[in-house]
């Protein structure tokens, strides 16, 4: 279905982005600071309160010691560094925790727009990226639960980005070093990413492994050094929590299978899920090089769709993605994830409005909603391969940005 109206222009779409991004991320804001959050937001306090006495190298060893384990990557120590010398002035830890996502939410929405306009047009490109501003499950992770989920999204697009419209492997493995500094899961994106990086810049894109080599020297070859064998258990090999209510181990749970399945399928199988995500982005990557924001994203959404972890926050992952590869697909899976977690938290906040928020089992409610997101999230990407895949680019991206160029001439829609 083709979305008509007067023309607009790109200098203008991004205004409109930008303003909603703005207006989204003040209303994030003012939910961080006045909730106190999900207990991750406590956890990271705890955490900052460790590093701020060891530091964010040696947090790996005194976290492994006590009652909480650290399994957070580098980059995700030193910002809470940073916040525990700006909590010592007076600012709220809960507030800060939460910041960050805030920021990189607003990043991502104006990415969104640039990495759909060549195929989409600028005018349905600019509701993709109005979905991802305005969407309730990064309103609701990013100003309310409290984790660096939208943040490693947020730097996986920026590192597409960089590749797909300014040509700069260099920076763009820079970039997917800082997402993969925050968490792990960007590293199914990262085959899709380095094949982009040779496919779009020749013989160049080496400089995509050496952005991502030198960013992940930087920030990891201390805690590696220091801590093997506390990272290698605590981090590298993070296999989620026991409870999982989400998805295909859920459904192997209801099906009533052999516990041996379940038993494979979250223990050695989670390499299988990883392996899955990483070769849907690098089909679109080598169809498509210049998607590569979509290659990103699809892996990032089919990590989500087939994972054999469970945590209200990861529905982030596909939230941009979902948007990226298809408007309506992203929509879908936006409107219903985000209803699913608006109910959780506020019951995890007593039943009403969001605050103080206590993580237990799912209920059979949210149970069903939950399985409705993911039938939701399945369709969406299935949508979004078909719309990557289907009209294919066939003219280059330009090698550096043409905002200015485009500014002056009104593009209609498609």
Request: aromatic share 8%; proline share 6%; hydrophobic share 55%.
């Amino acid at each position: 279905m083709a979305i008509t109206g007067p023309a607009i222009t790109l200098r203008n779409a991004r205004l409109q982005v930008l303003l909603t991004g703005l207006i989204a991320t003040a209303a994030k804001i003012a939910v961080a600071a006045s909730t106190h959050g999900t207990g991750d937001v406590r956890t990271f306090e705890e955490f900052a309160h460790t590093i701020a006495a060891v530091g964010p190298v040696s947090v790996y060893g005194a976290a492994h010691a006590g009652p909480m384990v650290y399994n957070h990557g580098p980059l995700t120590g030193i910002l809470l560094d940073m916040m525990a010398h700006l909590k010592a002035v007076g600012a709220p830890m809960p507030l800060l925790v939460r910041l960050p996502a805030c920021g990189a939410d607003l990043m991502t929405c104006l990415l969104v727009l640039d990495l759909t306009r060549d195929r989409m047009g600028i005018r349905r490109a600019r509701w993709c990226a109005i979905v991802v501003a305005l969407s309730p499950v990064l309103v609701a992770v990013s100003g309310f639960h409290g984790n660096t989920d939208p943040v490693f999204v947020g730097l996986t697009l920026l590192s597409a980005w960089l590749l797909a419209r300014r040509r700069s492997p260099l920076w763009g493995g820079v970039a997917l070093g800082l997402a993969l500094s925050v968490k792990l899961v960007p590293v199914v994106a990262a085959p899709a990413l380095l094949l982009a990086a040779f496919r779009l810049c020749g013989r160049g894109g080496y400089r995509f492994g050496v952005g991502l080599a030198a960013a992940l020297t930087a920030l990891w070859a201390g805690p590696l050094l220091r801590y093997p064998a506390q990272v290698r258990a605590d981090v590298l090999d993070y296999a989620g929590v026991l409870y999982r209510p989400w998805g295909v181990p859920k459904f192997v749970a209801l099906l009533e299978l052999p516990p041996h399945w379940l038993a494979l399928l979250v223990g050695p199988g989670r390499f299988a899920v990883v392996l899955l995500a990483a070769v849907a982005g690098l089909w679109v990557a080598w169809r498509e090089p210049q998607e590569a924001g979509a290659a990103a994203g699809l892996s990032l959404a089919v990590m989500l769709l087939l994972s054999t972890a469970s945590a209200a926050q990861y529905l982030a992952w596909a939230a941009a993605g979902t948007a990226i590869a298809d408007l309506y697909g992203g929509l879908a899976y936006n409107l219903v994830a985000g209803l699913f977690l608006t109910e959780l938290y506020s019951r995890w906040s007593g039943g009403g409005l969001w605050d103080y928020a206590r993580a237990t089992h799912w209920t059979l409610l949210e149970l069903r909603w939950s399985a409705t997101a993911w039938g939701t999230l399945a369709v969406a990407v299935l949508l979004g391969f078909r719309s990557v895949l289907k009209q294919p680019v066939t003219a280059p991206a330009p090698a550096f940005d043409d905002a200015i160029a485009n500014a002056s001439q009104p593009v209609g829609s498609r």
